[in-house]
C-alpha cells in the first residue's frame, strides 16, 4: 500500500480546532417538544448523543464497507470495519468517473445505494419520533439519500460553507438528519454547522470546490462561531435547510468517512420533484436489486405529495459582492 497523501489545501477560512465551539447536545431536550421546537428555532440546529442504536449504526456501516471493498478500495491486510484505504487502488479511479461530492466512482456510488439497511436506517423510530415532534404536519422522509464516502483521492476537496436549501429546495422547513456511519472525530472531516444562520432565509450562492459546488455568501459582519464536535456511531446533528453547515477538513487520510444526509419534511409543503429519484442517479429498480423485503420500496407514492419543478436560478452564482 503506498502512503497517503497529504490533507488537501485549505482555503482561506478552513477552520482549525480552534476556531470550533462545541455543538450543544439538545438530548436532555427530547422529552420536551416545546423546549425542543425553542432551541431550533433559535439555533437552526439540534445535537444528539446516541440517538440511534449504535448497533443499528454500524450494521449500515459494515454493509456499506462490504460493497466499497468488493469495488477493492479498503486495505485488504485490515479488519473490515475500519475501513482502512488503499491509496493506490483509489488512485486508479479516473478523474471523469469520480463523484467529487460523494468520494468514489459513479458505478461505486451505485453499489453503496443498492445497500438495503443504508434505506432502512432513516425510518427508525427514534428519528420519526424527533421529527413528529420538530415538524408541523405529517412527517415525509424523502428517499434521495445521501452517503459520503470520502476517500484519499486527489480530486476530492472539504464540502464548502453552503446551504441545503438551493441544492433540496421544496421547502424552506425541511430538516437535514445528518449522521456518521460509524465514530467520526473531527481529523476525520465531520461536520460544522452556523448557528443562528437560518434565520436569513436563502443566501446568494458563489462558486466553490467540493459537494453540490456552490458555498453560501457570509457576508455578515456579526458572524457566530462554527460549532462542531467529535461525533460516535449513533450520534445525530439535524439542522434546518438555511443553516450554514461544512465539512472539516480530513487530517486523517487512511480510513473511509462514511456519514448519511437525509431530509424530512411535512407532507403538507410543496417537495422537490428530485427528491423522489435515486442520488446515483439510477432508476429504483436498480437501487432494489437483490432486496429481501420491500417495506421501504416507493413508500412515497402512497403519500399525497405537491411536487414543484426545479429552480435553477437558486443555484446560480449571484453577481452581489459581500
Known sequence: MTNPPPPHDSDSDALGPAD?????????????????????????????????????????????????????????????????LDHRAIDTIPDDELRDDIGVSEQGYVHIQQVESLHRLPHHPALLSLYDDLIDGSVFVHPRHIVRAMTSHRGLSPTPAHQDFPLVQGTGATWTCWAPLGDCPRSLGSLAVLPGTHRRGYRPVIEAPGAGHIGAQLCDDDLPRWHGADFAAGDVLTFNAYTVHRSLPALDRDHLRLSMDVRYQSTDDPIEARALTNHADVDWATVYQGWGDTTFQRYWLDADLTIEPWDDALIQPSRRIC
Do not use: H, M
Request: no cysteine.
Open 20 to 84: 470550533l465551539d462545541d455543538l450543544v447536545d439538545s438530548t436532555d431536550l427530547l422529552d420536551d417538544p416545546r423546549a425542543l421546537r425553542a432551541r431550533a428555532d433559535a439555533d437552526g440546529y439540534l445535537f444528539f448523543r446516541a440517538l440511534l442504536p449504535r448497533e443499528a449504526v454500524l450494521e449500515v456501516r459494515r454493509d456499506i464497507l462490504a460493497a466499497v471493498a468488493a469495488d477493492g478500495w479498503l486495505d485488504d491486510a485490515a479488519p473490515l470495519e475500519q475501513g482502512r
